[in-house]
DNA sequence: GTCTATAATAAGATAGAC
DNA sequence: GTCTATCTTATTATAGAC
């Protein structure tokens, strides 16, 4: 409405909005979507509840903007699997870059997870359409690789399914990994280790090499 | 206290805290702990409110009781590695207790899993203790495998979480892969498919056979 | 043992002062 | 743009009738 320097006027609101989306990224993990409570999102995020409603309405939006973050730091950190890298170079850096998201941005994927595990309903368009045709595409690939004897003939929708899940792992059951290991937290070369472990085991599991 | 027929006394009892205990188990997936509601649990298990609550005092105890039996089934659906089954028949078994568990009782996987993910609030000590002990014990039966020349020298930890994650995610994102592959629910041969599947690549990876 | 009614509190959301 | 005060509804839990 007021013009008042419109260039500058979004300066305040972006770092609140970054705050409320930081806040709610935790209060969402801790306590689930309906758990969780717009107030306590405004407490940590340091601003009053209704300035956190003044930016994004009710607590659905705020939801949205934090799985819309989560998908677009998917979409970047998921690499690509492509076939003139061959299956070696593909696996490895397909592998590198799943387990590099797990102990970079940990909290992405356990919003995500909890998401599916409690009935993807936020995210059922999401996992019909980019995602189904995201994995038809690339076990196609693999599929050319199996035909021409490059690697063992494995099922390549199980083969994606394995790698997500054992690299996802790291992120999810973070708490689990560290208590059952007696440490505090990972450590920078902890994600050297697992993804040398994982993408060794994996190509040997596909006789590749 | 008036002792009317003692021994059948209970039957009620026992239906009722079964229903409530099968309704909460799907609200607390759906809602988590914090979002689940008495009043819900109640709705869905056909009783007033003022039942459950008479029976389980609070919400608490209605998911401590759903937590002990998740681990119960855990305890009794885990199997066991024992160094007399030599690796191959040891991870057959394993992996194969794993699945099947994953395919009947998805829901207990994904009590367990948001649990951990949520940061294992009423978990610590589980993990801390039992499931520290039993993973060393696991890991100390691989490495004899290793020292014999049995299977390839991998770290048994990192080999224990492999298995965990790539048999769990067929409960716990049960979601996503029957979207992903556009069917309605998991068929009895899934269970089948996978459980081969994950044991021969699994094998291969450890260059066992 | 079972259930209705209700007390006490906390939630999402908005109106309107600054 | 920012925040205080408040409305409305939903929640846990209990008291007490049956």
Do not use: C
Request: no cysteine.
């Amino acid at each position: 409405m007021t013009d008042n320097s419109n260039k500058k006027q979004g300066k305040i609101r972006q770092q609140s909005q970054e705050k409320i989306l930081e806040a709610a990224q935790d209060e969402f993990i801790t306590n689930g979507y309906k758990g969780a409570t717009v107030q306590s999102i405004a407490d940590s995020a340091g601003l009053p509840k209704a300035n956190v409603l003044y930016y994004f309405k009710n607590k659905e939006n705020i939801y949205h903007a934090v799985l819309e973050q989560t998908l677009d730091m998917w979409d970047e950190g998921i690499g690509d699997i492509k076939y003139e890298d061959g299956p070696k170079v593909a696996i490895e850096k397909f592998v590198a870059a799943k387990v590099n998201m797990s102990f970079t941005a940990p909290k992405a994927s356990k919003i995500y997870a909890m998401e599916i595990i409690q009935g993807a309903q936020h995210l059922k368009e999401f996992a019909r359409t980019y995602l189904r045709k995201w994995v038809r595409e690339k076990a196609k690939v693999f599929q050319k690789w199996i035909d021409e004897g490059r690697m063992a003939d494995v099922d390549p929708i199980s083969l994606i399914f394995l790698i997500w899940s054992t690299t996802q792992h790291y992120a999810d059951f973070e708490t689990q990994i560290l208590t059952i290991m007696n440490r505090a937290d990972y450590e920078d070369e902890d994600a050297d280790h697992v993804a040398s472990f994982l993408t060794q085991f994996i190509l040997r599991g596909l006789n590749i090499e």
